[in-house]
């Protein structure tokens, strides 16, 4: 067998669909009552689902903000960086930086070691927080909205990774078209 191997993308319908039959639409474009029933429907479940998300997303970043401050460790992890960060002049999440024109090279060396393996406990605590600030703010969305609220959570992430991808590919077209 001779395979030739193309960049185009084939559709042979849907097993069971009639060819030109449409099931929400009249042959000249418009809605049926059904269609526009749907498309509200559809528009609803959108709305909603942008709505609850961004209410957990809210629930969420509460939560991990109160973990956080009440974490005795992280807190004093983070006052000592930035004693750490204002005393030796360090920078960035590595603890790099540092004056070396007032201070002896080793002792800026350490210090920035010591901010770099701070900063790495630092991330492990807000790790741990997110998986439980995360787990919270779904407990929340269920309690207040049941499984719909869900489903209109994963309805509205849906509908916008559809978005994204029909973007996606009428740039890569538009690309594609500008190279002919």
């Known amino acids: 067998m001779n395979y030739t191997y193309t960049d185009e993308l084939y559709h042979h319908g849907i097993k069971g669909q009639k060819w030109g039959v449409r099931r929400f639409?009249?042959?000249?474009?418009?809605?049926?009552?059904?269609?526009?029933?749907?498309?509200?429907s559809l528009k609803e479940r959108y709305r909603s689902g942008r709505d609850i998300s961004n209410e957990k997303e809210r629930i969420y970043k509460n939560r991990r903000e109160e973990l956080l401050s009440n974490s005795k460790e992280y807190q004093q992890l983070k006052k000592s960086n930035e004693r750490l960060a204002r005393k030796y002049e360090l920078d960035g999440d590595d603890g790099g930086g540092g004056n070396y024109e007032k201070y002896p090279?080793?002792?800026?060396?350490?210090?920035?070691?010591?901010y770099y393996e701070q900063s790495i406990r630092m991330d492990e605590i807000d790790e741990e927080f997110v998986n439980e600030a995360?787990?919270?703010?779904?407990?929340?969305i269920l309690k207040k909205y049941g499984?719909?609220?869900l489903k209109d959570i994963e309805t509205y992430n849906n509908t916008n990774a559809i978005i994204f991808a029909g973007t996606?590919?009428?740039?890569?077209?538009?690309?594609?078209?500008?190279?002919?």
């Open 25 to 40: 639409q009249n042959e000249d474009g418009s809605y049926t009552s059904a269609g526009k029933e749907r498309l509200r």
């Open 105 to 114: 090279k080793g002792e800026v060396d350490a210090a920035g070691r010591k």
């Open 134 to 140: 995360s787990s919270y703010a779904k407990d929340q």
């Open 147 to 149: 499984d719909e609220g």
């Open 168 to 180: 996606m590919l009428t740039a890569y077209g538009l690309i594609k078209l500008a190279k002919h």
